[in-house]
């Protein structure tokens, strides 16, 4: 019932920007945090950003200062803007949401992702 729609993803070169956005369709559903991963090939899938529904913000090491995620909440969107980015952010980037079905516990969904190509 949680459908995520991703856009945005392209080809950069070293140094650019790109912005992704992801339009959640909630269709009633509690979301409880909003997220963008990503997976470099051959990697395993790790976060990048979240939002939780308080609005507090968590970054990845490898991202903090050069990405930043928001919500706009009358479009129901979660975006992700990348500045200064490097080949080692290349990857297929998901949208995550987390719905809490009841207390304690949660469901994950995930969009079809986009990638993301940094040349050098």
């Known amino acids: 019932q949680v459908q995520l729609v991703e856009s945005g993803g392209g080809l950069v070169q070293a140094g650019g920007s790109l912005r992704l956005s992801c339009a959640v369709h909630?269709?009633?559903?509690?979301?409880?945090?909003r997220g963008w991963y990503r997976e470099a090939p051959g990697a395993q899938r790790e976060m990048v950003a979240t939002?939780?529904?308080?609005?507090?913000?968590k970054y990845s090491d490898s991202v903090k200062g050069r990405f930043t995620i928001s919500r706009d909440y009358r479009a129901s969107t979660v975006s992700l803007q990348m500045n200064n980015l490097v080949p080692e952010d290349s990857g297929v980037y998901y949208c995550?949401?987390?719905?809490?079905?009841?207390?304690?516990?949660?469901?994950?969904?995930w969009g079809q992702g986009t990638q993301v190509t940094v040349s050098s």
């Open positions: 995550q949401a987390v719905e809490i079905v009841f207390i304690g516990k949660r469901r994950d969904h």
């Open positions: 939002i939780h529904s308080s609005g507090a913000e």
């Open positions: 909630d269709n009633g559903a509690t979301i409880i945090e």
